[in-house]
């Protein structure tokens, strides 16, 4: 156990609709990274927070937003869903915010879209 | 621009064969770090190892070993005597401070170890 909780584990929905995916990070940690792994893009950083702030932003849509709760928890919304954001969804949490902290990973929602 | 390449796609070798991975990356940053996750088949990212752009010094933890090169801009991995449980995916990345404190991962290689 990593101590990053991603639920659910699995999710299968159809396009069009909208999902949230939830985020614990490991205790102490103030940062929370989301990444979507697909087979034709690999990992692609979508967002990070910072103790409730956003700090930086990668290749997510617009459809997709996320924000970090005072409690520390993460989580991403997926709107409009498409076929092609089935994909793997990985958050991982850091100690701070910087580049010299190394992440650790939860092990993934699995989002299936139909 | 950032980016980090690993040629190798698939790689397939017999238990006890020593292999390595390859890790290429671009960076116009001085200060950057260097990782090396596993992804095994059950799916989640398991951290190896992090350098960062002022240790040069290689690294060994028991059959693994990792070569950092600046002059050649390489981070590669070599696992010493193969095991069936190192059938994975491995990824390198490279996190730089520019433009937000964000990890940029290769596309990774699949490594198949057979009994």
């Known amino acids: 156990d990593s101590g990053v909780t991603q639920t659910p584990k699995h999710l299968i929905t159809a396009t069009g609709q909208r999902v949230t995916l939830r985020c614990s990070p490991r205790?102490?940690?103030?940062?929370v990274y989301w990444y979507q792994q697909s087979l034709d893009q690999g990992l692609q950083f979508l967002i990070q927070y910072y103790n409730g702030e956003e700090r930086a932003k990668g290749n997510i849509l617009e459809r997709f937003s996320a924000q970090q709760f005072p409690d520390l928890h993460s989580e991403l919304n997926l709107s409009s869903l498409e076929l092609g954001d089935s994909a793997l969804y990985f958050c991982?949490?850091?100690?701070?915010?910087?580049?010299?902290?190394?992440?650790?990973f939860g092990s993934g929602t699995r989002l299936t879209v139909v | 621009a950032q980016k980090v390449t690993q040629a190798q796609t698939e790689i397939s070798v017999v238990e006890k064969e020593d292999v390595t991975l390859d890790c290429v990356y671009e960076?116009?940053?001085?200060?950057?770090?260097l990782f090396w996750y596993k992804q095994p088949p059950s799916g989640e990212l398991v951290f190896l190892i992090r350098r960062n752009s002022f240790d040069e010094q290689n690294e060994i933890s028991g059959r693994y070993s990792w070569n950092f090169q600046k002059s050649t801009s390489s981070f590669n991995f070599t696992i010493t005597a193969s095991q069936v449980v190192d059938s994975a995916v491995y990824f390198c990345?490279?996190?730089?401070?520019?433009?937000?404190?964000?990890?940029?991962f290769g596309a990774g290689t699949r490594l198949f170890v057979k009994a």
């Open positions: 991982a949490s850091s100690a701070g915010g910087g580049s010299s902290y190394g992440y650790t």
């Open positions: 205790s102490g940690d103030l940062s």
């Open positions: 990345a490279l996190r730089i401070s520019t433009g937000g404190f964000k990890t940029i």
């Open positions: 960076t116009r940053d001085t200060t950057y770090y």
